[in-house]
């Protein structure tokens, strides 16, 4: 059967878990659109609830499982990338625990702090991803993990990292615990230069907000670290300090 009403009741709630962080919480399931997205989130074991295909737009191989049709007037309507690729999938969330995360012996992990912006979350996925980062911390943070937004800006690359969702607390009492180099990334006379830290070890870098920076909660936790700058401006981008940290921290294990 062909969905053509957006008063059809599914309808009705793709465009609510679109909308409500809320409501994807209670309800425990999330919205995936787009092929690559889709394909990532059942390469790594994402449990599919449903899919919507518009059949004017999709070129591509339909999934195993629940699969509804609709029309193209209705696809555009809950797409959240207007007319792409006519595929949308509903997933059930996963819930990780810090707890669970087992690091080897050298993993990098980046944290941020009180991230709020879901665009700067899904860059900042994508880089730790693309550059091989073991997990993922958002530490007091703010953001859905689910939200559309993330998943787009991180082309599905939430799906194959570790991601936590942890009160500072418990995220330096993690660290402690697992022996980690702990790289904070206060701006004051004390840090040094970000290439001369050892990645080959454990190591946890911290970042704050753009506009504070990290919290008093994390000064004199780490040793303090920034990336060198040649030009007169004295910060970066959130997400472009995060992939340069990243990068330098593959360049060390494969040097």
Same mark, same amino acid.
């Given at each position: 059967?062909?969905?053509?009403?957006f008063?059809?009741? %599914?309808? #009705?709630?793709?465009?609510?878990?679109?909308a409500?962080?809320?409501?994807r919480? #209670?309800? %425990?399931?999330?919205?995936?659109e787009?092929?690559?997205?889709?394909e990532?989130?059942?390469?790594?074991?994402? =449990?599919?609830? =449903?899919?919507?295909?518009?059949e004017n737009?999709?070129?591509? %191989?339909?999934?195993?499982? *629940?699969?509804? @049709?609709?029309? #193209?007037?209705?696809?555009?309507?809950?797409?959240?990338?207007? /007319?792409? =690729?006519?595929i949308?999938g509903?997933y %059930?969330?996963?819930?990780?625990?810090?707890?669970?995360?087992?690091p080897?012996?050298?993993? +990098?992990?980046?944290?941020? =702090?009180?991230?709020?912006?879901?665009?700067?979350?899904?860059?900042?996925?994508?880089s730790?991803?693309?550059?091989?980062?073991?997990?993922?911390?958002?530490?007091d943070?703010?953001?859905?993990? @689910?939200?559309?937004?993330?998943? *787009? /800006?991180?082309?599905?690359?939430?799906?194959?990292?570790?991601v !936590?969702?942890?009160?500072?607390?418990?995220?330096?009492?993690?660290l402690?615990?697992?022996?980690?180099?702990? !790289?904070?990334?206060?701006?004051?006379? +004390?840090?040094?230069?970000?290439?001369?830290?050892?990645?080959?070890?454990?190591?946890?870098?911290?970042?704050? +907000?753009?506009?504070s920076?990290?919290?008093?909660?994390?000064?004199?936790?780490?040793?303090? +670290?920034?990336?060198?700058m040649?030009?007169?401006?004295? /910060?970066?981008?959130? /997400?472009?300090?995060?992939?340069?940290?990243? !990068?330098?921290?593959?360049?060390q #294990?494969?040097?």
């Amino acid at each position: 059967m062909l969905i053509e009403s957006f008063q059809n009741d %599914k309808i #009705k709630n793709i465009t609510k878990l679109l909308a409500d962080n809320r409501f994807r919480k #209670k309800s %425990k399931v999330f919205v995936v659109e787009g092929q690559q997205e889709n394909e990532r989130a059942l390469q790594y074991d994402f =449990e599919p609830v =449903e899919f919507f295909i518009c059949e004017n737009i999709f070129k591509g %191989k339909l999934p195993e499982g *629940r699969i509804h @049709y609709v029309s #193209k007037k209705v696809y555009e309507k809950i797409a959240y990338r207007g /007319s792409s =690729e006519g595929i949308i999938g509903i997933y %059930k969330t996963k819930e990780n625990l810090l707890s669970s995360f087992i690091p080897k012996e050298n993993s +990098t992990i980046i944290i941020v =702090e009180g991230v709020e912006k879901p665009g700067n979350l899904g860059a900042i996925l994508r880089s730790c991803e693309a550059f091989g980062v073991d997990a993922l911390i958002v530490a007091d943070g703010k953001a859905d993990f @689910y939200n559309p937004n993330v998943i *787009r /800006s991180s082309v599905g690359c939430l799906f194959g990292m570790k991601v !936590y969702d942890s009160e500072n607390e418990e995220t330096f009492e993690f660290l402690q615990k697992n022996n980690f180099n702990i !790289y904070t990334t206060l701006m004051d006379e +004390t840090a040094e230069d970000l290439y001369k830290r050892d990645f080959k070890q454990r190591s946890a870098v911290l970042f704050g +907000t753009e506009h504070s920076g990290l919290s008093d909660f994390w000064v004199g936790k780490g040793k303090n +670290t920034l990336i060198p700058m040649a030009g007169s401006i004295d /910060s970066l981008n959130l /997400s472009n300090a995060v992939a340069i940290t990243c !990068y330098e921290s593959l360049r060390q #294990k494969k040097g």
